[in-house]
């Protein structure tokens, strides 16, 4: 009898599962984007690689007469070029910009920043540069500004700190992998963004 009882509910977790899993495979287009390798929404427009509930808040909101900047440039900047009256993107990749570049509509700019390849030891001096010109590639207002790309030897924290001084009184940070940047997180906490 419990064998039977925990079989049940064995399969009714099974059952639960995979509906989760088609929702998001199929329904959030998840599967189509993998397959792409490029990740787009279940009506194929681009979107950026948030959670869906993120995506979700986002397309709910008028941005169509804001500035957004943004720290790595990819899909999620054609997202915001859709939403939003113009799209500033900082990108260190020379490759994935000229990509980019080509996919990108009227309202972008796109900036190359670029950061050499890291062998993983102690950055130098000059790539440390290259880390602050990145950082503070920044320049104007913004309501809303992503923090996200380059994510070794914290420069995301650096980014955060250039960030704020350009944030309009009413806008918002998205800092993506927060939870991979306590430090960064903590920053923005401090500086009274939640």
């Known amino acids: ?24 495979l199929y329904d959030q287009a998840y599967f189509k984007s993998v397959q792409r390798g490029e990740f787009r929404d279940h009506e194929d427009n681009y979107v950026p ?17 804001k500035r957004v900047f ?18 500033v993107s900082v990108e260190h990749d020379r490759g994935w910009h000229e990509k980019i570049s080509k996919l990108a509509p009227a309202n ?4 190359l920043a670029p950061i050499d390849k890291s ?21 104007g207002r913004f309501q809303v500004i992503v923090v996200d790309g380059y994510a070794r030897s914290r420069v995301r924290y650096q980014c955060a ?10 806008g918002l940070v998205i800092l993506d992998n927060s939870d991979w ?6 920053f923005l906490r401090k500086a009274g963004l939640i």
């Open 119 to 139: 062998d993983g030891s102690e950055p130098s001096p000059e790539m440390r540069e290259q880390f602050r010109k990145y950082a503070e590639a920044i320049d």
């Open 161 to 170: 700190q250039a960030a704020l001084p350009h944030l309009d009184a009413n």
């Open 1 to 24: 009898m419990i064998l039977i009882k925990h079989l049940k509910g064995t399969l009714k977790a099974m059952k639960f599962s995979l509906q989760l899993c088609k929702i998001l």
């Open 70 to 87: 943004e720290y790595g440039s990819g899909y999620s900047t054609l997202f915001w070029a859709s939403r939003a009256k113009e799209v």
């Open 181 to 186: 940047l306590p430090a960064s997180a903590m």
């Open 108 to 111: 972008v700019s796109l900036v």
């Open 49 to 65: 690689w948030f959670t869906y509930p993120a995506i979700d808040a986002l397309k709910n909101w008028d941005l169509s007469d």
